[in-house]
């Protein structure tokens, strides 16, 4: 996949990233003598420009995004964020093979990890360890706060990229108005942006759980409730779809790309979003 894109930036004043191993079919007035001097191996000087395609994954990992709650990565029983996680590092394994950079951000109440876009294998480690960090504690109580933090991530997006957020889109104390405020942030400066809305299609937008009486938890407040399911199922889901489509309508309106990601599905759907988006950089 070496050299899939020719970077308009290749060998113009561009500044030292790194070096690389030589490939097969690389320029050799890009290799560096003095290191192969000193290592008998090839190694090409890699520049912070050299790619023509950068993207920089935003992934929520508030407590909602832990639902359900699994205490391994199993496939057959994938809560939000394991579901969002391996679908980021199956795109960035993608975009490593053709040499595009790549970044993330995590975020709950804060900015709880980021870093900026490139495109090596210890890039993509510092990224998968992170994530696995994350996951192993999501027992740590977490609130979201889109708003504040998604702005915070378009500011620090310098340079044209195309973005992908991950996320159920669920905060208890902001307004509709203010969590779709926070997806026009990440217009700045022309980012392309996909909404990848996270969410178990079975549990959280069709309530499809049992007649019995149950006890529900806010994962993320600890407020609880006793009732019967089947006594709020209608409205419950009336109420989760209005705010679905008004959330479909605001992407719209901002043009970014609305993705419905069921994590009772596969990656396929995200996968070809991204290759349609590539097309369009």
């Known amino acids: ?33 003095k290191l192969y001097a000193k290592t008998d191996k090839l190694y090409v000087k890699k520049y912070e420009d050299e790619t023509n395609l950068r ?3 935003i992934l929520d990992c508030s407590s909602s995004m832990h639902f359900p709650s699994v205490s391994h990565f199993d496939v057959d029983q994938m809560s939000k964020y394991t ?17 595009d950079a790549f970044g993330i951000s995590l975020f709950s109440d804060k900015i709880d990890f980021s870093i900026t876009e490139k495109s090596s294998y210890n890039h993509l480690q510092i990224i998968t360890n992170q994530l696995q960090e994350h996951f192993l504690n999501k027992k740590d109580i977490k609130s979201t706060d889109t708003q504040t933090n998604l ?17 159920d889109m669920f905060q208890n104390d902001l307004k509709n108005e203010k969590i779709f405020e926070a997806l026009r942030y990440l217009k700045y400066n022309k980012h392309q942006v996909i909404l990848f809305h996270t969410t178990d299609f079975n549990k959280e937008i069709n309530f499809e759980f049992s007649d019995l009486p149950r006890r529900f938890f806010d994962v993320e407040t600890q407020q609880k ?4 399911p089947e006594l ?32 009772n599905n596969g990656f396929e759907k995200i996968i070809t979003s991204y290759l349609l988006e590539k097309q369009n950089f």
Do not use: T
Not at 87 to 97: C, D, E, M, P, R
Not at 159 to 166: E, G, H, I, Y
């Open 1 to 33: 996949m070496s050299g899939i894109h020719k970077s308009p930036f290749h060998g113009y004043s561009a500044e030292f990233d790194e070096h690389r191993l030589y490939n097969k079919g690389d320029s050799v007035k890009f290799i560096d003598w």
């Open 55 to 57: 993207c920089h994954f």
């Open 83 to 99: 579901f969002s996680s391996l679908a980021v590092l199956s795109l960035i394994n993608i975009l490593l093979k053709q040499n």
């Open 151 to 167: 702005h915070y991530i378009a500011e620090n997006l310098k340079r044209r990229s195309l973005v992908f957020l991950f996320s």
């Open 225 to 228: 409730i006793d009732l019967y």
């Open 232 to 263: 709020v199922r209608d409205e419950y889901k009336e109420a989760v779809m209005g705010y679905k489509n008004e959330l479909i309508n605001k992407c719209r309106q901002y043009k970014i790309k609305y993705v419905n990601a069921d994590i």
